[in-house]
């Protein structure tokens, strides 16, 4: 009976060393890069302020830091972000619903969410100036509608693929209305929807650094464009680090424990 | 013996529960009239299902056997309310079917677990849609998970268990609720041979403690003669019921005892029969 489990178990002692190697070779592989990266800057061949090496980077990174200029513009991003995704996220949801259970918005809608996918965000930009002005509400804009119909269409795919079977299964044993899409359909989902989430995030802080290198208020895309007034290539490369460790962090806080609780229950590999 | 003990005890427990759940407890009877089925597939009419009348008394066990595709499970799926007859109407203890209800629950081949809840929560599911608070249901989602011998797998996810655990977790799912009648499609059929055996006692253990009534589709002639008080052999599709066997062999009754089988080939005689010439005699025995 518990035939699987006790495989499953049996794998257990080699797990500790299995997740400490491959760590190991991404240090090397990092310091080997570091070090060909301060090499080619020791040859000289352009300009150090056009081609600084690592420690200048990180340098410039520190003084980011510590004089305050690099987090409250993360702060100003990440606002920025949580509201602009938010909104997607409360759209996505609703109209992924509808187009995956009714026939009529499908044919309708769902042609036109697929036409808008394929449409860069920031495209809407300039529209969003002249709609709004270039001020906080045209960056969210197109923040919104970068998330949206990923999110949008994850969800559609979610509902559409989920086994007619656990709805019937759910209505048997006394589900209903609301809470058939609350309890059954949208976990049943989970796994589409999850893609479409990942997908629109990743969508979202691109339309954002898009958006935010042409408006002159503090934040992250915005130091890029300081960077690059200043002639300052250590500046640039400091904040795309710093672009880069957001958004590996939200991507482990935020959506890592949920890919984890999907991938265990579901047994996915 | 000691798991019809058990089955009496849980009767009981869930009884002090039916005024919470507003629940019959034991079986009710169902009266099938005229009940038809058509639909539309691909601009064409189909007739899944001819008009079928059908008498089931309080706590009787009846196999309905026929070839693939013959309406049986569309018949249980009206009789469950999840869809509306095209003609025709049941009656579920004297009162009309109008929808789905707790009191008649259905149980598929593929056991429809939900994998994003664990094996716990997939019990205490139909308990929680009836509003029973959270560490009621827990427990009694524990209790019916004993008298399904799965104790000890309450946390495990649904991709972690065998068909057969599965199909006992379904079971648990649908007891828990101590509906008044079961309906069964092919809940057995993709067992491996040894696990449906045991399935089939303890479910007659079950059914004989808490008189449910229950409807049984099976492709497995054999499986029908083990289990029914009556057998409905149906023939293919437009499904109807050509001919009705009942099973007086005493209970237990053994698969391999010689007496199921003589009657097991009568039944199946009577199936081929109905089949038409083009198609393959695909039922097991």
Redesign the interface.
């Known amino acids: ?1 518990s ?3 006790t495989t ?1 178990l049996a794998e257990q002692p080699h797990l500790g060393r299995a997740r400490v190697m491959p760590w190991i070779r991404r240090l090397i592989f990092y310091l080997i890069l570091l070090s060909i990266w301060e090499g080619i800057v020791r040859l000289e061949i352009w300009p150090p302020y056009l081609f600084p090496g690592p420690l200048i980077v990180a340098n410039a990174l520190w003084e980011g830091v510590t004089q305050g200029l690099f987090l409250p513009a993360t702060l100003v991003s990440l606002r920025r972000l949580a509201i602009g995704y938010s909104i997607s996220l409360s759209l996505g949801l609703v109209l992924g619903l509808l187009l995956g259970r009714n026939k009529l918005i499908q044919e309708t809608v769902g042609s036109l969410v697929l036409g808008m996918q394929a449409l860069p965000s920031v495209c809407w930009l300039p529209l969003a100036i002249l709609w709004f002005g270039l001020n906080e509400r045209a960056i969210i804009f197109v923040v919104v509608l970068g998330a949206l119909f990923s999110i949008t269409l994850g969800v559609e795919a979610g509902v559409k693929n989920t ?1 007619p ?2 709805l ?9 209305g609301v ?1 058939l899409y609350t ?2 359909l949208l ?2 989902a ?1 796994p589409a929807i999850l893609n479409g989430l990942k997908q629109g995030w990743s969508f979202a802080w691109r339309s954002l650094m898009a958006g935010e290198l042409l408006y002159y208020t503090l934040s992250l895309g915005n130091l890029l464009q300081t960077g690059r007034d200043l002639n300052d290539a250590a500046q640039v490369m400091a904040v795309m680090v710093m672009i880069v460790i957001v958004g590996v962090t939200i991507d482990q806080i935020l959506f890592a424990p949920i890919e984890r609780r999907v991938r ?4 996915l590999a | 013996m000691a798991e019809r003990h058990l089955v009496a005890q849980h009767g009981q427990a869930v009884a002090g529960k039916a005024d919470a759940l507003d629940q019959p407890s034991g079986g009710i009877s169902l009266e099938i009239v005229g009940v038809s089925k058509r639909f539309l597939a691909r601009g064409r009419m189909v007739e899944a299902l001819a008009p079928v009348d059908l008498q089931v008394k309080a706590g009787e066990l009846i196999c309905l056997l026929g070839p693939s595709g013959c309406g049986k499970s569309t018949l249980l799926s009206i009789i469950a309310g999840l869809e509306p007859p095209s003609g025709g109407l049941i009656r579920a203890g004297g009162r009309k079917v109008q929808g789905p209800g707790i009191d008649r629950v259905l149980l598929f081949q593929e056991a429809a677990l939900f994998p994003w809840l664990d094996v716990q929560h997939n019990v205490a599911f139909g308990l929680r849609q009836a509003g029973m608070p959270e560490a009621e249901r827990m427990r009694m989602a524990r209790e019916y998970l004993e008298l399904v011998h799965l104790s000890g797998f309450e946390h495990s996810y649904v991709h972690q268990l065998s068909g057969g655990m599965r199909q006992r977790v379904a079971l648990a799912r649908a007891l828990v609720l101590n509906p008044a009648v079961l309906l069964m499609d092919e809940p057995f059929g993709a067992l491996d041979a040894l696990t449906r055996d045991k399935l089939q006692i303890e479910l007659e253990t079950i059914w004989a403690a808490t008189g449910k009534t229950i409807l049984f589709v099976t492709h497995n002639v054999r499986e029908a003669v083990a289990l029914g008080d009556r057998v409905l052999v149906f023939s293919p599709r437009p499904g109807r019921i050509i001919q009705e066997f009942s099973i007086t062999l005493p209970r237990p009754r053994s698969l391999e005892h010689h007496q199921t089988i003589d009657q097991a080939r009568e039944i199946l005689a009577v199936l081929h029969a109905g089949q038409r010439p083009d198609e393959e005699a695909n039922d097991e025995w």
């Open positions: 009976m035939g699987e489990m499953m086994p079977v656990y019937k299964a759910a209505r048997n044993l006394g589900a209903r809470r309890q059954v976990p049943a989970l265990e229950r579901w047994g």
